[in-house]
């Protein structure tokens, strides 16, 4: 426990990137409480919280990744037993949202699974959300509960500026709708962009049916908020390459990499896919080819900034620019 401004304040972690959770213990000061997590005979999840959270702020690290139904059941368990247990407020950080690409009706009968999800959590209890780059933005209207969306582009833009390119870059959206995420990007690094005409004829499959913008010559930089399968980007960064660009590279926010994404990265012309580690990577699940970097500070500031009724919108900013 930490006592910070005067309010009783803890930390916990579930079992989806205890990794993130530490570096945000380290540096928010802190220290991670102790949670007990159990699974039953037939697959129930068991928590005991093991200190107490009374008239607490409690902060909860858990990105819902794979296994997505898993990780979100032991977060609603877990909300639960701390609302029951009396803590004073609730706070979710949630790097990743699972089922977020599910965020509107494409056919009829479907379900809006990532509305579905903002209801379990705001019904077990939670009183507020951090998450980051959600992959969709109307999903903040899907809470009643405040939700912070935090950003990566700060993070991503300071690793490729530190790289001090010789050549021109242009900033590359895989998709028309990535086109403001490019946009943004690019007028951080003081570059243009560039824009992948692809359509998408089944979920994972993309097919790339041309490149809007000049990349002859330039070194190319794909930004995607998730990178699932690597289909699109590995695609991509042939095409760019057979347009005459002269390197490209990938980054992304979350990066998900189910199979076979880690044998088309490496098989692919990118130079490196950069991302965060709001999903923490198995051994299997990493290559020479992938860097990931820390949101951990980012998160850690936020907690802080929440706990001493500062504004976040600092926490956006990359050189005084701020992502719409």
Do not use: W
């Not at 390119?165 to 962009?193: K, L, Q, T, W, Y």
């Amino acid at each position: 426990m930490a006592i910070l401004d005067g309010l009783k304040v803890k930390l916990f972690s579930l079992s989806a990137n205890k990794k993130l959770a530490e570096e945000i213990s380290e540096y928010s000061g802190i220290p991670l409480s102790k949670i007990d997590l159990s699974r039953f005979a037939d697959g129930e999840i068991g928590v005991d919280l093991a200190e107490t959270v009374r008239g607490h702020h409690v902060f909860l690290v858990q990105p819902t990744h794979e296994p997505v139904n898993e990780n979100i059941m032991e977060l609603l368990i877990t909300i639960d037993a701390m609302k029951r247990a009396s803590a004073k407020t609730i706070n979710l950080l949630m790097p990743y949202y699972g089922y977020s690409r599910q965020d509107r009706k494409s056919k009829s009968r479907q379900p809006i699974s990532a509305k579905l999800v903002a209801n379990l959590i705001e019904t077990a209890g939670a009183t507020r959300v951090l998450a980051m780059d959600l992959h969709a933005g109307q999903i903040q209207g899907f809470f009643d509960i405040p939700i912070d969306n935090f950003r990566a582009m700060p993070i991503l833009v300071e690793y490729f500026k530190n790289k001090n390119f010789e050549d021109e870059i242009v900033i590359v959206s895989p998709d028309h709708g990535g086109a403001v995420r490019a946009r943004n990007m690019g007028e951080s690094m003081g570059a243009p962009i560039a824009i992948i005409d692809k359509r998408r004829p089944q979920p994972n499959v993309a097919e790339i049916m041309g490149i809007v913008g000049d990349v002859e010559g330039k070194v190319a930089i794909i930004v995607d908020d998730i990178i699932d399968t690597a289909g699109t980007i590995t695609a991509a960064a042939q095409a760019l390459m057979d347009k005459g660009a002269k390197k490209v590279y990938a980054c992304c926010t979350h990066p998900i990499f189910s199979p076979p994404a880690i044998d088309r990265i490496n098989a692919s012309v990118l130079e490196e896919v950069v991302c965060t580690n709001t999903i923490q990577l198995p051994d299997h699940k990493k290559s020479p080819k992938i860097v990931q970097l820390s949101v951990a500070k980012l998160f850690a500031k936020g907690v802080l900034n929440i706990i001493y009724d500062r504004p976040l919108s600092s926490l956006f900013k990359y050189d005084g620019f701020i992502p719409n």
